[in-house]
């Protein structure tokens, strides 16, 4: 296996990224707005890897796959459906498994850098 450099933005937390519009399934007016960049790594499961930001707002997570992220910028609150809430702001590193749903409120433009694995596929 050879080492690979991964060509995100060269400064995460000051790269000017790609609109991405708003989120699927907003809870609050106006929507919250989606900016990033992301890449597919040439792996199984192919894992995506990118920079994300959301500006201030609620939305539902409909995100499938498991994720990593590391908070460059911002804060939020996630709530995942049955949980208790939980913070995040800058610095922090979470794993949200696979088909982790609820809400998110973010009260501060967020940014992060994160990872998507894909679910493994039975057989």
Same mark, same amino acid.
């Given at each position: 296996?050879?080492?690979?450099?991964?060509?995100?933005?060269?400064?995460?937390?000051?790269?000017?990224?790609?609109?991405?519009?708003?989120?699927?399934?907003?809870? =609050? %007016?106006?929507?919250?707005?989606?900016? +990033?960049?992301?890449?597919?790594? #040439?792996?199984?499961?192919? $894992?995506?890897?990118?920079?994300?930001?959301?500006?201030?707002?609620?939305?539902?997570?409909?995100?499938?796959? =498991? %994720?990593?992220?590391?908070?460059?910028? +911002?804060?939020?609150?996630?709530? #995942?459906?049955?949980?208790? $809430?939980?913070?995040?702001?800058?610095?922090?590193?979470?794993?949200?498994?696979?088909?982790?749903?609820?809400?998110? %409120?973010?009260?501060?433009?967020?940014?992060?850098?994160?990872?998507?694995?894909?679910?493994?596929?039975?057989?």
């Amino acid at each position: 296996m050879t080492i690979q450099k991964l060509e995100l933005p060269s400064t995460a937390a000051t790269s000017v990224l790609e609109d991405w519009g708003p989120v699927g399934l907003p809870l =609050s %007016e106006p929507a919250c707005q989606l900016r +990033g960049v992301k890449m597919v790594l #040439p792996m199984a499961n192919q $894992p995506e890897v990118g920079v994300w930001e959301c500006s201030s707002g609620r939305y539902r997570r409909q995100v499938r796959s =498991s %994720e990593t992220m590391h908070v460059i910028s +911002g804060e939020a609150v996630f709530t #995942p459906d049955g949980g208790s $809430p939980v913070s995040l702001k800058p610095g922090d590193v979470y794993f949200f498994p696979a088909e982790t749903m609820g809400t998110w %409120e973010i009260q501060a433009t967020m940014r992060k850098v994160y990872v998507l694995f894909q679910p493994v596929q039975p057989g």
